[in-house]
């Protein structure tokens, strides 16, 4: 395995203590804060002209997105166990459930996390908890609903309540895949913003 560059690695740093919280802290309506840093909107990266959703951020065309089977139950038990090492701020116990190399898509491009360091930042960039209370299957995957919660040593911003969605690839008893399913409302088209005060054509 070619190990990461320092540049790299700072550069991956960078990109998820942006975006890792999304997952922790996204989805469901109304949207809640997200940053670790300084709250703010957890809108989906949108494209130019403020239409849509930015589709680089979406999970790949082969990732399912609604349940066709029950879950395997190993996977599901890795998957409460993760969760939970999580909500306790056990970081380093929740990033070894993750194989490597893992994918791992959380409102960016899809992230290659190649040492268990890029695995660590982004289990620790988390800013909520998040408690699983669907869990299904579909394909190769495993769909799961998850609720916010606040975590040891965390900020949730107040989105805990709220919900999300992620699809979660689970080979030979660890995460292969993690993608953030988002929801039908985040995934709408935006209309176009309109002055109340512009005259009419």
């Not at 990461?4 to 989805?27: D, Y």
């Not at 999970?59 to 399912?64: D, L, M």
């Not at 799961?144 to 309540?161: H, I, M, N, Q």
């Amino acid at each position: 395995m070619v190990s990461m560059t320092r540049a790299r690695r700072a550069a991956l740093l960078l990109v998820l203590a942006g975006v890792t919280a999304v997952a922790g802290c996204g989805g469901g309506s109304p949207q809640p804060t997200t940053t670790a840093t300084t709250p703010r909107r957890a809108t989906p990266p949108a494209p130019r002209g403020g239409l849509g959703i930015d589709p680089t951020v979406l999970p790949p065309k082969a990732v399912p997105t609604q349940p066709t089977r029950a879950a395997d139950p190993a996977a599901v038990q890795l998957i409460e166990r993760w969760a939970r090492d999580v909500r306790l701020g056990h970081f380093t116990a929740a990033a070894r459930a993750f194989a490597l190399p893992a994918r791992f898509q959380n409102g960016t491009p899809v992230l290659t996390l190649r040492r268990r360091i890029d695995v660590l930042a982004v289990t620790s960039g988390f800013t909520c908890g998040a408690f699983p209370t669907r869990i299904a299957a579909a394909g190769h995957y495993t769909l799961v609903r998850f609720r916010l919660t606040s975590r040891v040593g965390g900020d949730c911003g107040g989105a805990e309540g709220h919900t999300t969605g992620a699809a979660i690839r689970v080979v030979d008893g660890h995460i292969r895949a993690w993608f953030r399913l988002f929801d039908p409302e985040e995934l709408a088209p935006r209309a176009p913003r309109v002055d109340p005060g512009a005259p009419k054509a």
